[in-house]
């Protein structure tokens, strides 16, 4: 194997997992006619930050503002480190992070307001990461309750809630702070968990979907459809009865298959999708039963991609391949309310193996006179 080629290989596995960066420029606004109507690719951004960077989670507030996290300087093990980027409805500006230890790499990302972001990943020290604040900075949150070798996931806050998801030893782990205070609950099985939303969060047992809920004081596993080989990295929970978890499967032959589960508040069922072989990887929805995907599409590999979700039907959205750009992988995709956008956010790698983060735009289709 080539050093290119390993590098691919390295980069692929742990960008799918993590990975992140920051942002510049962004698209311009638009009045949203009627709730979900993205239909078309606008434009793609690259966003400021150092060398072999990327983004891995992105989620965007009411007001329009939006948060991103991610990594850089991949390839260099002194010099990674996490970054953060906020969008203030016209510019982006890198956050910083005010502990004296940082952190080598930010995975999740979540904005219960525009005074309470928090961001999870691994320290610089080697420990777990969790960090809260705002757009003048976010401040190391030391808690107790985890240890060396646990793997922060993801993280949800609402209404003054955090839940971070993740793995303790090869089994799933769920941390809760309500008000001052944290819990933890580690389970008896394997797993581990990646996503967090409202009261699901999703990973996988190692040799099929996991999907845990928060039911009478504690979170506990939910009957699946039975898919061997499969994963889940992403869940989007529009209350108890709507949500969207998206994943792959891994298939005897060594490939991966994308896949989509919904939960209609009795069932999780397998979805329907367009004949692909896209890896998915992010999930938002517009609180109105539509849902876009995020991923990466190895028959088209430049150009960018998002599934979109509704009433049932899935339907495949493309951007446009741009010049010297071999790779496009989106890892995070939030929605935009009022502006009629999808925000997605990840990786381009160019002919010489360097990354870039960057920002896809996803709205209205233009109408033509």
């Keep these: 194997m080539t050093r290119r080629s390993w590098r691919r290989v390295v980069a692929a596995c742990a960008l799918s997992l993590s990975m992140a960066a920051s942002m510049a420029a962004g698209p311009a606004a638009h009045a949203d006619p009627r709730p979900g109507t993205i239909e078309a690719w606008q434009r793609s951004t690259s966003v400021s930050l150092e ?13 329009g503002e939006v948060w991103a996290v991610g990594h850089q300087q991949i390839w260099d ?9 906020h969008w203030n409805g016209t510019t982006w500006a890198e956050v910083p992070l ?11 990302v979540a904005v219960a307001g525009p005074r309470e972001v928090w961001a999870i990943g691994d320290g610089l020290d080697g420990l777990p990461y969790l960090a809260r604040g705002d757009a003048s900075g976010l401040d190391r949150v030391t808690v107790r309750e985890l240890a060396a070798r646990d793997r922060l996931g993801g993280v949800y806050a609402k209404g003054g809630r955090v839940v971070v998801v993740g793995s303790r030893r090869d089994m799933w782990m769920v941390l809760i702070k309500d ?5 933890t609950q580690v389970s008896s099985t394997p797993g581990a968990l990646y996503a967090v939303s409202g009261a699901f969060a999703v990973g996988d047992t190692g040799t099929r979907p996991l999907v845990v809920r928060h039911s009478g004081g504690t979170w506990k596993p939910m009957r699946l459809p039975d898919i061997p080989g499969g994963y889940l990295r992403d869940v989007r929970a529009d209350g108890s009865r709507h949500a969207v978890a998206v994943g792959g499967v891994y298939t005897p032959a060594g490939k991966v298959e994308p896949l989509v589960l919904t939960w209609d508040g009795k069932r999780w069922s397998r979805q329907a999708l367009p004949r692909t072989e896209a890896r998915l990887y992010g999930v938002a929805g517009d609180g109105h039963g539509r849902y876009w995907i995020s991923g990466f599409d190895p028959a088209r590999p430049g150009e ?17 391949p741009s010049g010297g750009r071999e790779t496009v992988r989106l890892q995070a995709v939030t929605y935009l309310p009022g502006k009629g956008q999808v925000w997605a956010v990840g990786h381009a790698v160019d002919t010489a193996d360097r990354y870039t983060g960057i920002v896809e735009a996803f709205g209205p289709r233009p109408q033509v006179s």
């Design 51 to 63: 060398a072999d960077g990327a983004l891995s989670d992105v989620q965007a507030l009411p007001t």
């Design 77 to 85: 093990v002194w010099r990674n480190r996490a970054a953060i980027r």
């Design 98 to 108: 005010r502990d004296t230890t940082g952190a080598s790499v930010l995975r999740g």
């Design 179 to 183: 008000g001052s205070s944290w819990t």
């Design 304 to 320: 960018p991609f998002l599934l979109r979700l509704e009433k049932g039907v899935g339907t495949i959205i493309r951007g446009a």
